[in-house]
């Protein structure tokens, strides 16, 4: 079983910055693309960033130029540096790997954060 664990939320004033973190634990073989996804009330979640296992990036239009994602293959890890928050930022932030366990690969979720930038 693989378990996705994220830490990093909370509550930021507009112009701030937060470092979201995803740690992968449990059988892993391969992590392949690491995306982080969010989800505002009312809205659909997004895409928000990706990095695939060669460490290519790619970001929404949104988040370009304020957002960097990178991982630490070492600790099965993905980050989200996020720079100068915007309210419309506000959401819960999910992590989703594509991880190879033995022959099978498949898509695991984070439980979410929840990121608040206020005005």
């Given at each position: 079983?693989?378990?996705?664990?994220?830490s990093?939320?909370?509550?930021?004033?507009?112009?701030?910055?937060l470092?979201?973190s995803?740690?992968?634990?449990?059988?892993?073989?391969?992590?392949?693309?690491?995306?982080w996804?969010?989800?505002?009330?009312g809205?659909?979640?997004?895409?928000?960033?990706?990095?695939?296992?060669?460490?290519?990036?790619?970001y929404?239009d949104?988040?370009?130029?304020?957002?960097?994602?990178?991982r630490?293959?070492?600790?099965?890890?993905?980050?989200?540096?996020?720079?100068?928050?915007?309210?419309?930022?506000?959401?819960?932030y999910?992590?989703?790997?594509?991880?190879?366990?033995g022959?099978?690969?498949?898509?695991?979720w984070?439980?979410?954060t929840?990121?608040?930038?206020?005005?």
């Amino acid at each position: 079983q693989v378990q996705l664990v994220e830490s990093g939320g909370g509550l930021v004033q507009a112009g701030g910055s937060l470092r979201l973190s995803c740690a992968a634990s449990g059988s892993i073989s391969t992590i392949n693309t690491l995306d982080w996804y969010r989800q505002a009330p009312g809205k659909q979640r997004e895409l928000v960033a990706g990095i695939t296992s060669g460490s290519s990036t790619v970001y929404s239009d949104s988040v370009k130029g304020r957002f960097t994602i990178g991982r630490d293959n070492a600790k099965n890890t993905v980050y989200l540096q996020m720079n100068s928050l915007k309210p419309e930022d506000t959401a819960v932030y999910y992590c989703n790997a594509n991880i190879r366990s033995g022959f099978v690969s498949r898509n695991y979720w984070g439980q979410g954060t929840q990121v608040t930038v206020s005005s």
